[in-house]
């Protein structure tokens, strides 16, 4: 009877739900099992944390409060790495789906959903903060070798770059960039570091200013077991290994290597943009995280033009934001493009918060190119504004000099070679050829818009006693009639409010070629190559209000005597005595 009654109820059970709890139950048991069986293969990489010095950072990166990982924000930000004794490369990211996020308290492994191929998830190897939401899938291009580009739209978690198809016995240069084609530049790409095949290395980037104590692949060692724990407390052990290296040169050896090492430093140039060249032709869009819009970030004359020279190249790109504040339909309003350039991230991200320190890297050369998106506005919001075209105009030409002035004065007061000279206690001994001061070109606008307001800003700083301020005449590099040409350098983006002229695939090759002549004294390794003007036109020297308070006094010396020798006296126009006096 009993067992009558314990069947009946087993039938019960069955139908009112039973048979889905036996397959919950299933599920988590293989659920399980394949967690324990990912974490065994993972046992094959070893792990690289973002925070290892070998890893070569380009742009504007941020390592977090906790030192798990970095943070890269504007479009075409990347980093360099070259690998060695290793078959895979796979990126471990913190961005993911927000609908797969999983946050918790304490410090457990966490597989979370993955682009990879089959076979590998990305585990989180430290505590996942309630209050951490990771940012979107980003979209990443991948070059391995000079090869064609690997497109990688939308990745999360760990994502492959290769997986055994390396040379074990050939050293790879690898460069991830992230064009940020996504919602107009405002994605962020948070990494947590690198997986290597078991025994795989990371090398110094030749041009990289690596510090000699980290060469030493012993003091860098891949962190597997307790993955994070050294970069989650920062590097001062792998810094105080280090310094067994440091008494066994002499200090004349030492000061010798490192001004070797800095004249061998890779040059960098920075970009600053209201309209970056990554939007080319009709791949641009609102969406374009697809492989049909990935290849455009590497397309834009910005990026061309450091590549022309194998330079670092960063570009602070807002696309469609006005360089004066409160822009009447700038993206990014009520901030200017002043106001981004001093941040850690564009206006709309979380770093916009966050000040940038100006200690990742200085620029060699700086090009500006401000302009467009401000004469749209003023163009289109007229009405709005009030006030003249004129007065416009001359508050965008304040505003500009406002720009380079702080950028002299708080951003970069020094030249990256009088600093590197001071970092290795040689002070003062720098190349005969290094210019005093970052020389800074100021471009008229593509399309001539603002022409005189950028020249007229250039005239004032210069008449300030900024000498290596200089303004580039665009006028006849590109054609600006698209109607006629067979291969305009133009298109005109509708999809912008209002409508945009942008630079074509070709229009973007051919500004990177004008620009080639200009910077190439300040960027190529052998300056002697170079063409287009003497040295001392581009050197400069750097402002001193006292020495140009004297220099005025001369010139005012000067005038006074010329026009007393000249007006003031009738007869000979001038004696010998007179020439004597001015010699």
Same mark, same amino acid.
């Given at each position: 009877?009993?067992?009558?009654?314990?069947?009946? =109820? +087993?039938?019960?059970?069955?139908?009112?739900?039973?048979?889905? *709890?036996?397959?919950?139950?299933?599920? !988590?048991? &293989?659920? $399980?099992?394949?967690?324990?069986?990912?974490?065994r293969?993972?046992?094959?990489?070893?792990?690289?944390?973002?925070?290892?010095?070998?890893?070569?950072?380009?742009?504007r990166?941020?390592?977090?409060?906790?030192?798990?990982?970095?943070?890269?924000?504007?479009?075409?930000?990347?980093?360099?790495?070259?690998?060695?004794?290793?078959?895979?490369?796979?990126?471990?990211?913190?961005?993911?789906?927000?609908?797969?996020?999983?946050?918790?308290?304490?410090?457990?492994?966490?597989?979370?959903?993955?682009?990879?191929?089959?076979?590998?998830?990305?585990?989180?190897?430290?505590?996942?903060?309630?209050?951490?939401?990771? =940012? +979107?899938?980003?979209?990443l291009?991948?070059?391995?070798?000079? *090869?064609?580009?690997?497109?990688?739209? !939308?990745? &999360?978690? $760990?994502?492959?770059?290769?997986?055994?198809?390396?040379?074990?016995?050939?050293?790879?240069?690898?460069?991830?960039i992230?064009?940020?084609?996504?919602n107009?530049?405002?994605?962020?790409?948070?990494?947590?570091?690198l997986?290597?095949?078991?025994?795989?290395?990371?090398?110094?980037?030749?041009?990289?200013?690596?510090?000699?104590?980290?060469?030493?692949?012993?003091?860098?060692?891949?962190?597997?077991?307790?993955?994070?724990?050294?970069?989650?407390?920062?590097l001062?052990?792998?810094?105080?290994?280090?310094?067994?290296?440091?008494?066994?040169?002499?200090?004349?050896?030492?000061?010798?290597?490192?001004?070797?090492?800095?004249?061998?430093?890779?040059?960098?140039?920075?970009?600053?943009?209201?309209?970056?060249?990554?939007?080319?032709?009709?791949?641009?869009?609102?969406?374009t995280?697809?492989?049909?819009?990935?290849?455009?970030?590497?397309?834009?004359?910005?990026?061309?033009?450091?590549?022309?020279?194998?330079?670092?190249?960063?570009?602070?790109?807002?696309?469609?934001?006005?360089?004066?504040?409160?822009?009447?339909?700038?993206?990014?309003?009520?901030?200017?493009?002043?106001d981004?350039?001093?941040?850690?991230?564009?206006?709309?991200?979380?770093?916009?918060?966050?000040?940038?320190?100006?200690?990742?890297?200085?620029?060699?050369?700086?090009?500006?190119?401000?302009?467009?998106?401000?004469?749209?506005?003023?163009h289109?919001?007229?009405?709005?504004?009030?006030?003249?075209?004129?007065?416009?105009?001359?508050?965008?030409?304040?505003?500009?000099?406002s720009?380079?002035?702080?950028?002299?004065?708080l951003?970069?007061?020094?030249?990256?070679?009088?600093i590197?000279?001071?970092?290795?206690?040689s002070?003062?001994?720098?190349?005969?050829?290094?210019?005093?001061?970052?020389?800074?070109?100021?471009?008229?606008?593509f399309?001539?818009?603002?022409?005189?307001?950028?020249?007229?800003?250039?005239?004032?700083?210069?008449?300030?006693?900024?000498?290596?301020?200089?303004?580039?005449?665009?006028?006849?590099?590109?054609?600006?009639?698209?109607?006629?040409a067979?291969?305009?350098?133009?298109?005109?983006?509708?999809?912008?409010?209002?409508?945009?002229?942008?630079?074509?695939?070709?229009?973007?090759?051919?500004?990177?070629?004008?620009?080639?002549?200009?910077?190439?004294?300040?960027?190529?390794?052998?300056?002697?190559?170079?063409?287009?003007?003497?040295?001392?036109?581009?050197?400069?020297?750097?402002?001193?209000?006292?020495e140009?308070?004297?220099?005025?006094?001369?010139?005012?010396?000067?005038e006074?005597?010329?026009?007393?020798?000249?007006?003031?006296?009738?007869?000979?126009?001038?004696?010998?005595?007179?020439?004597?006096g001015?010699?």
């Open positions: 009877m009993f067992l009558l009654l314990l069947l009946f =109820a +087993l039938v019960l059970w069955w139908f009112n739900g039973g048979s889905q *709890e036996v397959d919950v139950v299933k599920l !988590n048991a &293989s659920g $399980l099992g394949k967690e324990l069986l990912q974490e293969r993972m046992h094959d990489y070893q792990f690289y944390p973002a925070t290892n010095p070998k890893i070569h950072y380009i742009g990166w941020t390592s977090t409060p906790n030192r798990l990982r970095k943070d890269g924000t504007f479009p075409g930000v990347y980093f360099d790495v070259i690998i060695q004794n290793t078959t895979s490369l796979l990126l471990a990211l913190h961005n993911a789906p927000q609908p797969n996020f999983v946050a918790s308290p304490t410090a457990r492994l966490e597989p979370i959903s993955t682009t990879a191929p089959p076979g590998h998830r990305h585990f989180r190897f430290h505590a996942a903060s309630a209050n951490e939401k990771p =940012a +979107l899938p980003i979209s291009l991948a070059q391995v070798d000079d *090869e064609e580009y690997i497109l990688l739209p !939308n990745s &999360s978690s $760990l994502v492959s770059i290769s997986s055994n198809s390396l040379d074990l016995s050939k050293q790879h240069r690898v460069r991830i992230a064009p940020m084609t996504d107009l530049g405002q994605g962020v790409v948070e990494l947590d570091g997986w290597l095949s078991k025994g795989g290395k990371l090398l110094k980037v030749p041009g990289s200013m690596l510090s000699e104590d980290y060469l030493d692949e012993d003091l860098l060692k891949a962190e597997n077991d307790q993955v994070g724990k050294k970069h989650r407390t920062g001062h052990q792998i810094e105080k290994d280090g310094n067994t290296k440091h008494d066994q040169h002499t200090i004349s050896e030492e000061m010798e290597e490192r001004l070797a090492e800095a004249s061998n430093r890779k040059r960098i140039l920075e970009v600053i943009s209201d309209s970056p060249g990554s939007f080319p032709e009709r791949q641009r869009g609102r969406r995280g697809g492989a049909d819009g990935l290849l455009s970030g590497v397309m834009g004359w910005d990026y061309l033009l450091g590549e022309m020279f194998g330079a670092d190249h960063v570009t602070i790109g807002a696309d469609g934001m006005c360089l004066i504040p409160e822009c009447i339909g700038g993206t990014g309003q009520p901030a200017g493009l002043g981004v350039f001093f941040r850690s991230g564009p206006s709309d991200s979380p770093y916009f918060d966050h000040p940038w320190m100006f200690s990742g890297y200085i620029p060699d050369v700086m090009v500006l190119h401000i302009g467009s998106s401000d004469d749209a506005s003023f289109t919001y007229k009405a709005e504004y009030n006030i003249t075209l004129w007065q416009l105009s001359e508050k965008f030409e304040a505003t500009y000099v720009l380079v002035k702080a950028i002299r004065n951003a970069y007061p020094k030249h990256p070679s009088l590197q000279s001071e970092r290795s206690g002070s003062g001994i720098i190349s005969s050829n290094a210019p005093a001061s970052i020389p800074i070109f100021i471009m008229r606008p399309r001539g818009q603002l022409e005189q307001a950028t020249q007229s800003a250039v005239a004032k700083l210069r008449l300030d006693g900024d000498k290596a301020v200089f303004w580039l005449d665009t006028s006849g590099w590109l054609d600006p009639d698209v109607e006629s067979d291969y305009p350098d133009f298109f005109l983006d509708e999809s912008m409010t209002p409508p945009r002229w942008r630079l074509t695939e070709q229009g973007n090759q051919r500004a990177a070629i004008f620009l080639h002549t200009h910077v190439c004294r300040y960027l190529a390794a052998d300056e002697g190559k170079c063409a287009f003007l003497p040295h001392e036109v581009y050197q400069g020297k750097v402002w001193d209000p006292e140009a308070k004297f220099d005025k006094y001369i010139e005012d010396e000067k006074r005597k010329l026009k007393k020798i000249f007006w003031e006296n009738e007869g000979p126009l001038i004696s010998n005595e007179a020439v004597d001015l010699i």
